[in-house]
């Protein structure tokens, strides 16, 4: 059974720097599209950012962009997301992903349980 993990949330001030991290266990990223997700309070999931089972090819809502990056580190298996000069309205519960990727994008097959994002003003 494929297990995701996230870590690395918590609570930050207005600016300040998280880095996420997403630990697959009997899977490797290498095969699979991943991506972040998040929900915050009231609101439906959306796409953060996503990165291509071959690692070249990124994307971002336009919302991160500039300030959070995707990376995949396939010798520890491990999905991160760095997330630099972070705002108030980036606050949620941000949920690992990996999937098929397609030309259009990723399709989610495997889900974390997500990692709560909190940043005061």
């Known amino acids: 059974e494929v297990h995701l993990v996230e870590s690395g949330g918590g609570l930050v001030q207005t600016g300040g720097t998280l880095r996420l991290s997403c630990a697959a266990s009997r899977f490797t990223f290498h095969d699979y599209g991943a991506g972040w997700f998040r929900q915050a309070p009231g609101k439906d999931r959306e796409g953060v950012s996503t990165?291509?089972?071959?690692?070249?090819?990124?994307n971002y809502t336009d919302s991160v962009k500039g300030r959070f990056t995707i990376s995949i580190d396939n010798a520890r298996s491990t999905l991160y997301l760095q997330m630099n000069n972070l705002k108030p309205e980036d606050t949620a519960v941000y949920y690992c992903?990996?999937?098929?990727?397609?030309?259009?994008?990723?399709?989610?097959?495997?889900w974390g349980q997500g990692t709560q994002v909190t940043v005061s003003s």
């Open positions: 990165i291509s089972d071959r690692g070249d090819t990124t």
């Open positions: 992903a990996a999937g098929d990727w397609y030309s259009s994008g990723l399709r989610v097959v495997y």
